[in-house]
């Protein structure tokens, strides 16, 4: 079992940037695909971006691509989303999420991720 737990949200001006850090427990962290929702407020929560156990891989909603970075260090069992031309519409609760897979696979619902942070606020003033 993992346990996640974010930080790094709080309040950006629309166009600025943030990091988002997930720092994870445990050994086998390289075994574990991870990922990034979001959830604003009155909405159901969707996938912003996700990256293979080994990071060799990542996949970005459309609504993020370009714009969001996921990344992860096997060694430091961390993974961030950073995140660049932030707009008001990016305001939500960000979680991170992982899965202990043998594949390397990028997975993009809520349901293929049993492990969950508690999520942290980000909001964009305009």
């Known amino acids: 079992q993992v346990q996640l737990v974010e930080s790094g949200g709080g309040l950006v001006q629309a166009g600025g940037s943030l990091r988002l850090s997930c720092a994870t427990s445990g050994r086998t962290f390289s075994a574990y695909a991870m990922a990034w929702f979001r959830q604003a407020p009155g909405k159901e929560r969707e996938f912003a971006a996700a990256i293979t156990a080994s990071g060799g891989t990542t996949f970005y909603a459309d609504s993020v691509k370009g714009r969001f970075t996921i990344s992860r260090d096997n060694a430091k069992n961390t993974v961030w989303l950073q995140m660049n031309s932030l707009n008001p519409e990016d305001a939500a609760v960000y979680s991170c999420?992982?899965?202990?897979?043998?594949?390397?696979?990028?997975?993009?619902?809520?349901?293929?991720?049993?492990?969950w942070g508690q999520g942290t606020q980000v909001t964009v003033s305009s």
């Open positions: 999420a992982a899965r202990n897979t043998r594949y390397e696979y990028v997975y993009t619902h809520e349901y293929d991720y049993p492990y």
